[in-house]
């Protein structure tokens, strides 16, 4: 698996938005299904937003959906995490994790196989 480096983090107000991204420095991200993983204070890593490998679909926790989107950038060899009208309860250290997994649906589901970035830290006050 690729060594991958997570990027775009920061403090945002309530409602605000931003942009992560998982850049993969050796390999091809296209060829492993990706997932965006984030863990609170005290709390599980949980998948919430993860895309295929194998046709790019896609698959988003309940919390986050209709206002995160993950999309690949092949040409960057980059997979983002657009995140849109943030709440506070999505503050979290957010991680990128690319493994040989068919189903976005599996991806997030964890697993102790794959590749972990170092994370970015995004907090979201009121």
């Known amino acids: 698996q690729s060594q991958l480096v997570e990027s775009g983090g920061g403090s945002v107000r309530n409602g605000g938005s931003l942009r992560l991204s998982c850049a993969a420095s050796?390999?091809?991200?296209?060829?492993?299904?990706v997932g965006w993983f984030r863990q609170a204070p005290g709390k599980e890593r949980e998948g919430v937003a993860c895309?295929?490998?194998?046709?790019?679909?896609?698959y988003y926790a309940d919390s986050v959906k209709g206002r995160f989107t993950i999309s690949r950038d092949n040409a960057k060899n980059m997979v983002a995490l657009e995140m849109n009208s943030l709440k506070p309860e999505d503050t979290a250290v957010y991680y990128c994790?690319?493994?040989?997994?068919?189903?976005?649906?599996?991806?997030?589901?964890?697993?102790?196989?794959?590749?972990w970035g170092q994370g970015t830290q995004v907090t979201v006050s009121s």
């Open positions: 994790k690319a493994d040989i997994i068919s189903t976005p649906e599996a991806m997030c589901a964890g697993g102790p196989t794959g590749a």
């Open positions: 050796s390999s091809t991200l296209d060829y492993y299904a």
């Open positions: 895309i295929s490998g194998t046709d790019d679909t896609t």
